[in-house]
DNA sequence: ATGCCTAATGGAATTAGA
């Protein structure tokens, strides 16, 4: 089973690459991101034509979570658990039937947390968009937690707004600061994967070099200043199914492109 | 230097992204 994340930067400006990339690459399923769109005005039927399943959880102008999939979907959840009083759509789950097992597919669009605001005690500043993202990263090792203690086997994947080392920015000096790759976003992602997760392109390539986002300013990339944010957690039953993961980085050079590009796993399920 | 670009909203300039 092939499975897709792509934060595609809004439905509506990118139908052409869309369906161009979905056409090509055969995915059986895709989690995407950003489509900054409300759940009505989603065009639902250019998924449905090629024989996608679709499930949508939006919002008006930003973020917003979709699940496409060739197979069933099961138990469609929205929202990550944790804040009732939390409004935005970064959060979707549901559970896919493969030949012989099933998975729980947990879509997801971190928080960006910039700008940065510290108090006099480099505390974030409650309120604030990066004491934002940090609480979101708790409430995603909580479910996280709670999927492994009922030993429902997942993956969560998604726009993690997080690069998780040096090797994953072509200039790491210059993300020092940044709310993606601040020693505080690196503890709440070591957390998660310190719960047993794999991360699924690092258990494949070791390089350096290789990222699913670069920036549309400054001729980001042309100079291939770029960085790795886009990710797959899998659990240690799913991580024994893991047969490959590559990024589809030709996306970024077409016409219309998001400023990230898909990244996708092979299951054996 | 929170900018050099892009998208959404709304119908001009602002907000957000990372």
């Known amino acids: 089973m092939k499975i897709a994340t792509f934060n595609i930067n809004g439905i509506k400006a990118r139908l052409n690459a869309l369906t161009d990339w979905l056409d090509e690459a055969q995915p059986d399923v895709v989690l995407m991101q950003e489509i900054k769109s409300v759940d009505e005005a989603f065009p639902s039927e250019i998924f449905e034509e090629r024989g996608y399943n679709v499930e949508v959880h939006g919002q008006k102008s ?5 699940i496409l999939s060739k197979l069933p979907l099961e138990d469609v959840t929205r929202g990550l658990p944790g804040d009732d009083a939390d409004e935005q759509a970064r959060y979707i789950e549901a559970t896919v039937v493969g030949e012989s097992h099933s998975v729980r597919l947990c879509g997801l669009y971190l928080p960006n947390g ?5 108090d006099g005690n480099d505390a974030p500043v409650k309120d604030g968009k990066y004491a934002y993202k940090l609480a979101w990263m708790d409430r995603l090792r909580a479910r996280a937690q709670q999927l492994l203690a009922e030993e429902t086997p997942f993956l969560m994947a998604g726009d993690y707004n997080i690069i998780p080392q040096d090797e994953d920015a072509a200039t790491p000096d210059s993300w020092r600061g940044d709310a993606l790759f601040r020693p505080e976003s690196h503890a709440k992602w070591r957390a998660l994967l310190n719960l047993g997760l794999t991360e699924a392109f690092r258990a494949q390539t070791q390089a350096p070099g290789h990222y699913s986002f670069w920036d549309y300013q400054a001729g980001a990339w042309n100079r291939n200043n770029g960085i790795r944010i886009d990710h797959f ?24 492109p998001s400023d990230h590009v898909p990244v996708w796993i092979e299951l054996d399920l």
């Open 62 to 66: 930003f973020n917003g979570v979709v």
């Open 233 to 256: 957690l899998l659990c240690p039953y799913t991580a024994d199914r893991l047969r490959d993961c590559q990024i589809d980085k030709d996306t970024r050079a077409r016409d219309k």
């Open 114 to 118: 910039n700008p940065v605001e510290l």
